[in-house]
């Protein structure tokens, strides 16, 4: 009897699928929000080197990063080389910030994957009379990454630079 009625479950949800009365279990991140402060704990993982399928997994704080071709992580260091002149007016450290001591996959809050070309723009807002902290907003593809300090701005410039320079030494046919 328990199979008979899990069957007809079955064909009944099958039936409902087929004249489109499921409802969508998905969900969509159209942008995404990132304060850092300090040095921003980073671990690049390369998999399948030289393959076809070759990706980069660029852990960063919290947001993991998966990027395929040399030119993504480029334009992405080079913008934010274009932002060391507004990283200049950041404090050196913020305190009172705790730091992220593990990074990767548990550590995770949001995924994504930059693929062709992001824009990069970069934005400085100074401190204001309520007492918040200046801070410098790098806004890449969906990722606005709020940097609170020059720490921050260093450990994640650093990183992107490095990513781009182990994917420009391993190409894929990508490229």
Avoid: F
Avoid at 53 to 72: D, F, K, P
Avoid at 98 to 105: E, F, K, Q, T
């Amino acid at each position: 009897m328990t199979a008979t009625s899990n069957h007809r479950r079955s064909t009944r949800q099958g039936r409902d699928a087929a004249t489109g009365r499921t409802i969508p279990s998905s969900s969509t991140v159209m942008s995404v929000a990132v304060q850092v402060a300090g040095i921003v704990p980073v671990r690049l993982d390369l998999n399948h080197l030289g393959a076809p399928e070759q990706q980069l997994g660029m852990s960063l704080g919290t947001v993991l990063v998966y990027l395929r071709t040399a030119g993504t992580a480029r334009t992405v260091a080079e913008g934010w080389g274009r932002a060391a002149v507004l990283a200049r007016s950041l404090s050196v450290a913020v305190a009172g910030r705790r730091p992220l001591v593990v990074v990767g996959p548990s550590t995770i809050a949001a995924i994504v994957q930059l693929a062709g070309v992001p824009q990069v723009t970069a934005e400085y807002e100074p401190s204001r009379a309520d007492g918040a902290a200046a801070m410098l907003r790098i806004q890449v593809g969906p990722v606005e990454w709020q940097v609170r300090d020059a720490n921050a701005y260093t450990s994640m410039l650093r990183a992107w630079r490095q990513a781009a320079r182990l994917l420009g030494e391993n190409p894929t046919e990508y490229e």
